[in-house]
């Protein structure tokens, strides 16, 4: 068993269910079926655990969201990438409200704020593209991504919460998102 993924996953949930005031390291312990000790061994403190959680989310994005590629078109590429992610967050909820929790946090680093894009590269990547063949608004790509996640994220909590969401609700919110940067 990985103690440090226990420890992780145990944070992860207390943090989204009780906010990180009200869990107390001992109540992640645990969660964890751990000792305080193991879980110093690895997090000196609930800083350094946050953006452990943080990277480990990210890390776990980054491969999800790599098998979302194809050789499609742009505007299939650009679906398929977002719906996945969409599916993505719905299968891991726990991801989604962490990071939704804690992406602007103070208490992230500078290195755990690295890999805040990189799950998004694929994206970044046909956007740009998209934009050499000027079927994509000539925009800061990064605005392109801001304005995605805040769209997309208001769906993905409804999708979460209410599992009937129709398959039409979610091919209207890629339609708008794609008439939104499409040239």
Known sequence: MNKRLDIIMAA???????????????AIAKEAKTGMG???????????????????IKEEQVTAFKSL????GMHAQFDAFLEGMISYFMANPLHFYFTEQFKNSP???????EW???????????????????????MPVNDV????DGALNSFTWVSI????????????????AWNAIKK
């Open 12 to 26: 992860m949930k207390l943090f989204t269910e009780k906010d990180i005031q009200a869990t107390p390291m001992s």
């Open 69 to 72: 590629v194809t050789d499609k």
């Open 107 to 113: 208490l992230l680093t500078a290195d755990s704020l």
């Open 145 to 148: 991504i801001y304005f995605l």
């Open 116 to 138: 805040t894009m990189k799950p998004y590269e694929p994206l970044i990547v046909c956007i740009s593209k998209g934009q050499k063949k000027g079927s994509v608004k000539p």
């Open 38 to 56: 193991t879980i110093y061994n690895y997090f000196a403190t609930k800083e350094e655990l946050i953006n452990a959680i943080y990277v480990h």
């Open 161 to 176: 919460t209410d599992k009937k969401v129709k398959k039409k609700a979610l091919e209207n919110h890629l339609s708008m």
